[in-house]
């Protein structure tokens, strides 16, 4: 039995955030070169300081999304924004390479707590409807990055400012959902057990040992080495292999408005579908990403970044709704398990792609990634087939 309890501002507040982690996400993208050339990094150390912000992801979730399930996702969103917030503005005033990591982490920190609270409180409140509803989400969020890079770099350049300045503004944004968060109200789900024994490790081991999560879970950490990494070294890619480097914004523009498309169709693909569909696009992907490495031009290679975006677009959502849905009493502990997969993927494929991008070239990375969807996708085959055996096991029962 479900109490559902949620005002009109509720979505406002999932909406308005997802959309708000676009811009944020973007002004790094956008000034990921000048951040690098600020501290003097080279290509390795590049990729370091990309991997850092997925870090937090990796230990964070997995303590806060317990902690979302047992006090409330209200008062971890509340901190999420707060860590935010801190970890920004720590960016932008940093003075040296480790003062902007930390930075980083404490940011990644409260990216980790929203993700284990935001998601799964949308399916607390419509448990039939959350994956539509994420979707349409994403599409929203998506479509406001689609002009956010191009007026950033736009907006910078005519008034002279900075990626510190950059940032600076959108610490001022994250403050509107902090006071979204105040005033909204959030469903809750009447819990069977509310014994101590729910705050257990066992609880949580309950929860691991559903194999098809897990699975899962490692296919986003695949698709978060490539998708998350692709974004952060588009304009890399655009400045070595086609000595273009301002067409990068460009690029994230069109990456934003075919992750629009693609994530606001995937709001009407049926569940009988969504295997197909996840498998299907993910081969796609891959192939883009191997072609698009022997292009000379630019409106191709463009061309070829949008069939990336189009494809990456609907694997995340159908992964991270399924996770949310598929333990209603633990839904933020099950979506953490997601999220640490997203840190370690982040993480460990912007470091990567940096190595490689130095010891041979960035296309040599994005061939990497190439291969990342490929994993990806096996991985999630596996996981709907032990997820198809379980239904099976539960209907024969």
Not at 16 to 23: A, E, H, K, P
Not at 125 to 138: G, I, N
Not at 168 to 186: G, M, Q, S
Not at 285 to 314: D, K, Q, R, W, Y
Request: aromatic share 10%; glycine share 8%; charged share 15%.
């Amino acid at each position: 039995m479900r109490k559902l309890k949620t005002s009109p501002l509720f979505l406002k507040l999932t909406s308005y955030s997802l959309g708000l982690t676009f811009v944020r996400n973007h002004v790094t993208n956008v000034f990921v070169l000048q951040i690098a050339q600020t501290f003097g990094l080279n290509t390795v150390e590049l990729g370091g300081m990309l991997s850092a912000r997925f870090v937090a992801q990796i230990f964070v979730p997995l303590v806060m999304g317990r902690v979302a399930d047992l006090i409330g996702k209200k008062k971890v969103l509340a901190l999420a924004f707060i860590l935010e917030i801190l970890g920004t503005l720590m960016m932008a005033v940093s003075p040296t390479i480790g003062w902007y990591i930390a930075g980083v982490l404490v940011q990644g920190s409260g990216n980790g707590c929203v993700s284990v609270s935001l998601t799964p409180a949308l399916a607390d409140a419509y448990p039939d409807k959350a994956t539509k509803l994420l979707s349409l989400q994403q599409a929203f969020g998506s479509t406001i990055g689609i002009i956010s890079p191009l007026i950033i770099n736009a907006v910078t350049k005519a008034t002279g400012g900075t990626w510190r300045e950059a940032l600076l503004v959108a610490d001022v944004l994250i403050v509107v959902p902090l006071i979204f968060t105040c005033f909204a109200e959030f469903a809750t789900v009447q819990i069977k057990d509310t014994s101590v024994k729910r705050a257990s490790l066992k609880e949580m081991l309950r929860v691991l040992n559903n194999g098809a999560l897990i699975f899962a879970a490692i296919s986003i950490t695949f698709y978060c080495a490539m998708d998350n990494t692709y974004v952060s070294y588009v304009s890399m890619f655009f400045r070595d292999a086609l000595s273009a480097e301002d067409i990068g914004a460009v690029a994230l523009s069109v990456h934003s408005a075919c992750y629009a498309i693609s994530r606001f169709l995937t709001g009407f693909v049926k569940p009988q579908w969504e295997k197909k569909v996840s498998v299907s696009c993910l081969i796609v992907n891959a192939a883009a990403f191997i072609l698009i490495t022997t292009l000379t031009s630019i409106p191709v290679a463009l061309a070829f970044c949008a069939v990336i975006s189009l494809s990456a677009g609907p694997v995340f959502t159908l992964l991270m709704g399924y996770a949310a849905k598929s333990d209603p009493e633990n839904s933020a502990t099950a979506t953490s398990i997601m999220v640490v997969g997203n840190g370690i993927g982040g993480a460990g494929g912007a470091f990567l792609a940096g190595v490689v991008a130095d010891i041979w070239n960035v296309e040599w990375a994005f061939i990497m990634l190439g291969i990342f969807s490929v994993v990806s996708v096996i991985t999630y085959i596996i996981s709907r087939k032990i997820d198809e055996k379980r239904k099976a096991a539960k209907l024969a029962a």
